[in-house]
């Protein structure tokens, strides 16, 4: 049985950079999205990497173990089972920035946000707290965990912007990536044609649309070239 060709990581940030997570999300339905309730509490909130994975329960010692692992590029998951307890902070941020990570994402507490808040290294989380966790809890990186209400495993290809963070099979990426450009490339024919005074309606299938739905046909709304 011949092995799958490595993934092109680097035709995946390109792609990456060219698209939002909406486009994503439009091209392939079945895209894993976490929760809008885990929030950017950096400067920027754009990342694209390949996840190495933690679970923790309010002790951040895996956390440790996981940015020790982690390299350049990567996004670092951390699955704190949700509860407020922080689990990192300005010196987790410092140092994933020196190893150049992609990214830091809690589902749990984060603190330090008078150096957050102004961080260039994208960090989510669910929670921003105070008080921090134990350190006596030895952990195993690169499982599969639950963050945001999604599963990830490590290696999967995890992109976040200003609209949220979606977690894409890195078998399918490039794909799903390529299929996010087309939809973008669309998108922007029709800000075109708005821009030249077009009504929204003119630029979609909408009166073949609505007839096809009112006589209980099956249709799909899509944009008109």
């Not at 260039?120 to 965990?145: C, E, F, I, K």
Request: hydrophobic share 45%; glycine share 10%; charged share 20%.
């Amino acid at each position: 049985m011949t092995a799958p060709a490595p993934l092109d990581l680097d035709a995946v940030r390109r792609l990456a950079a060219e698209v939002d997570t909406t486009a994503i999300c439009d091209a392939a339905r079945d895209v894993r999205v976490m929760s809008p309730r885990l929030r950017c509490r950096s400067a920027s909130p754009v990342l694209c990497g390949p996840a190495v994975t933690v679970r923790c329960r309010g002790d951040f010692l895996g956390v440790v173990q996981a940015i020790e692992r982690a390299g350049a590029g990567d996004v670092l998951v951390v699955d704190g089972g949700g509860r407020e307890t922080a689990l990192a902070g300005e010196l987790f941020a410092r140092a994933a920035l020196h190893k150049g990570l992609a990214g830091i994402i809690v589902d749990g507490g984060y603190r330090d946000m008078r150096f957050v808040s102004g961080c260039p290294l994208p960090v989510y989380s669910r929670h921003v707290s105070p008080m921090a966790g134990t350190t006596t809890a030895l952990a195993d990186v690169n499982r599969t965990v639950a963050c945001g209400g999604v599963p990830v495993h490590a290696g999967d290809i995890v992109v976040a912007d200003h609209d949220g963070i979606v977690v894409l099979d890195p078998a399918t990426a490039l794909a799903q990536l390529t299929a996010a450009a087309a939809v973008m490339a669309a998108e922007a024919r029709v800000v075109e044609r708005l821009d030249a005074g077009a009504a929204l309606g003119d630029c979609l299938n909408l009166a073949e649309h609505t007839g096809r739905l009112a006589r209980g046909e099956p249709s799909r709304l899509r944009f008109t070239s």
